[in-house]
């Protein structure tokens, strides 16, 4: 069977179940959103970090779809196995999430503790001095930079180990009555709305985040950070 209307319909249960399936899951986008703020991540790494972790999201289900259509794996097989690694990913990003906060709280009380010993300094000083201690006070520490470096590429095996649920069962099985051209076609459109509605998402809030101007939380940034990757795992756990 070629590109009938089975597979047109199929088409557009791939656009709605990837749109409302990314929308729906906080931990798609908010994770991004928190780190690059914190992080002062540009908009282009802010895109090209949920590009990646999306396509790893995407691409680690397709790849176990096709291998279970080749090999003709029984639906509820794969169904299982994605489970598991649902668990593991939101284990994962819950684990990340609680390291991440702690840290955070550490950080956000060893500055706190660092602008009192200023504080008289600045009660003192002139106009020039302030704006210097404020500098040397909001400087990254060596463990945010590195932490920097490192968060992307812990979101990205978190998000390689997050299946996309929907995929195999709703989509790649009644593609593959059709023909391999079909799955692929159906693959295809899932990961590129998924991707799309990702990056629009993530895109969007980080001009909210922008605009809302939240400098007085600027010493409690990774602390908050933390705890909104901590409640996507929770509600990955949860099956929010």
């Not at 209307?5 to 990837?18: E, N, R, Y």
């Not at 609680?98 to 956000?108: D, E, H, I, K, N």
């Not at 020039?128 to 812990?154: F, K, N, Q, Y």
């Not at 099985?173 to 799309?196: E, K, M, Q």
Request: glycine letters at 10%; proline letters at 4%.
């Amino acid at each position: 069977m070629g590109f009938s209307a089975d597979v047109g319909l199929l088409s557009l249960s791939a656009v709605s179940i990837a749109f409302f399936h990314t929308m729906l899951g906080p931990d798609h986008y908010v994770p991004f959103v928190a780190m690059a703020h914190v992080g002062k991540w540009s908009m282009r790494k802010t895109i090209l970090v949920t590009l990646l972790c999306g396509f790893g999201h995407v691409g680690s289900s397709v790849a176990l779809g096709l291998v279970g259509v080749a090999a003709g794996i029984l639906v509820m097989r794969l169904e299982t196995l994605e489970a598991a690694r649902g668990d593991l990913a939101g284990w994962a990003l819950l684990g990340f999430g609680v390291a991440y906060a702690a840290w955070g709280v550490c950080l956000a009380v060893t500055h706190r503790s660092h602008g009192h010993s200023h504080a008289h300094a600045h009660s003192s000083a002139d106009r020039g001095e302030v704006a210097a201690i404020r500098a040397i006070d909001h400087r990254p520490e060596p463990s945010e930079r590195e932490l920097g470096r490192m968060t992307p590429w812990i979101l990205a095996v978190v998000f390689i180990l997050g299946p996309c649920e929907p995929l195999i069962p709703l989509l790649m099985y009644p593609a593959a009555r059709a023909n391999l051209w079909a799955v692929g076609w159906i693959s295809a459109v899932f990961g590129f709305v998924t991707l799309l509605t990702m990056t629009s998402i993530v895109v969007l809030m980080k001009f909210g985040v922008q605009l809302a101007r939240v400098e007085r939380l600027h010493p409690y940034g990774h602390a908050l950070a933390g705890f909104a990757v901590l409640a996507s795992g929770l509600a990955i756990k949860l099956g929010l």
